[in-house]
């Protein structure tokens, strides 16, 4: 994880003042960052987010914390994930402002990631 964090330094290096762009290095369009893996975190994601909730009422309802002690920080990384993934494959697979917003609502509605995934299996056009 330390390695793909360092992958996001600048284009050229954390020493590249000059001719910056702003842009991320290319080492971040990994083999990994494209759409089919993408439904994956969007279907895993969502499946958490379901038992996430099953256990946050387990927990107010039963006393028992563990499911949202072993299952938040799980999720959170996934969601984390989830939302990285989007925004880096918003631009290659030409999504509009409106689109993206739709597909990042996805992880924070119940049930979300499985209408992403239809979504996108639906629509191969945004497959680039």
């Not at 290096?13 to 975190?41: I, K």
């Not at 959170?76 to 609502?105: N, P, Q």
């Amino acid at each position: 994880m330390l390695a793909r964090l360092r992958s996001l330094t600048p284009a050229g290096g954390a020493n590249a003042d000059e001719g910056h762009t702003g842009r991320l290095a290319p080492s971040l369009a990994s083999p990994g960052m494209n759409l089919s893996n993408f439904r994956r975190v969007a279907l895993i994601e969502a499946t958490t987010f379901l038992l996430l909730l099953g256990a946050s009422y387990l927990k107010h309802t039963q006393g028992e914390p563990i499911g949202v002690t072993v299952l938040g920080p799980i999720h959170g990384l996934l969601f984390l994930i989830y939302v990285g993934m989007a925004l880096t494959l918003r631009e290659e697979c030409g999504w509009s402002g409106r689109t993206t917003v739709l597909i990042l609502l996805g992880a924070v509605v119940p049930f979300g990631g499985y209408f992403v995934d239809r979504w996108l299996e639906r629509n191969p056009s945004t497959v680039s």
